[in-house]
């Protein structure tokens, strides 16, 4: 499969609507200068109980992405480079609820926008940005891991994503949740293979089982993948990013290696 053939069936957590190009989860057609396809939401998971992951929100109706601290939600990159970095009151962030209805639902406007620097949208490193809100939202935040330590083990992955690859939504209204197994650098390597694909290990974290069934798919771009520290505490590790598919058997899950650019994220974040 040729690379623009490639980009066109594996960007699988994100979603166009109208002018916004969906990132990861959904296929649509290609050009050498077309965006990645979108990226795909739970499949194979359960939904999350109220109050359960309170740091998850929803950037309208195309992302996913996670409270880094109150004014400041962490996302992919793939989410927002459309829009660049800079100035931006376009995009509205739901927090606080499973329920994206809900009229408990906390909103806040963005005011800025960083995407990473060094964001490759053809081989999808550095995929992280971040949203500068106009007003705190008070709920707790997620912290970032730092080193690799806590790479390994049962991840958990949250998002309002579509429940199915190719549906004609990405956006379920509720929130759901699935527990997926880490998969090795090796091992991922080995389901994407170069040059048909551009794994990078150092850059990227995957996580899935062989037999497939449970995945992040299109409109979970962007939110988080995390587990619990030696303290009890939720710690993101990953941020999801791309696939193929949404639970193909071989083929897991891929996202942003969190504790790579943590210290990038921290510092970004302190300037916004």
Known sequence: MGRLLRIVSVFKRIVAAGAVVLAAL???PASASAAPPPAPPI???????????PFVVRLDGTCGGALYSPTVVLTAGHCLYMYGSGDNTEITVTAGVVDLESPKALKARSTKIKVAPDFDRINKESDWALVKLDRPIDLPTLKLATDDTYNKGEFTVAGWGTTAAGGTTVSERYLR?????????ADCATSYPAPEWDFVADAMLCGGYPEGGIDACQGDSGGPLFRKDN??????????????????????????????????????AAKL
């Open 26 to 28: 959904s296929l649509q």
């Open 231 to 268: 303290t009890g505490s939720y710690l993101q590790v990953g941020i999801v990013s791309w696939g193929k598919g949404c639970g193909q058997p071989g083929y897991p899950g891929v996202y942003t290696e969190v504790s790579t650019y943590a210290s990038e994220i921290a510092a970004a």
């Open 43 to 53: 499949v194979g998971g359960s939904p999350a109980t109220q109050g359960e992951f």
């Open 177 to 185: 949740e699935a527990t997926v197994p880490f998969v090795s650098d």
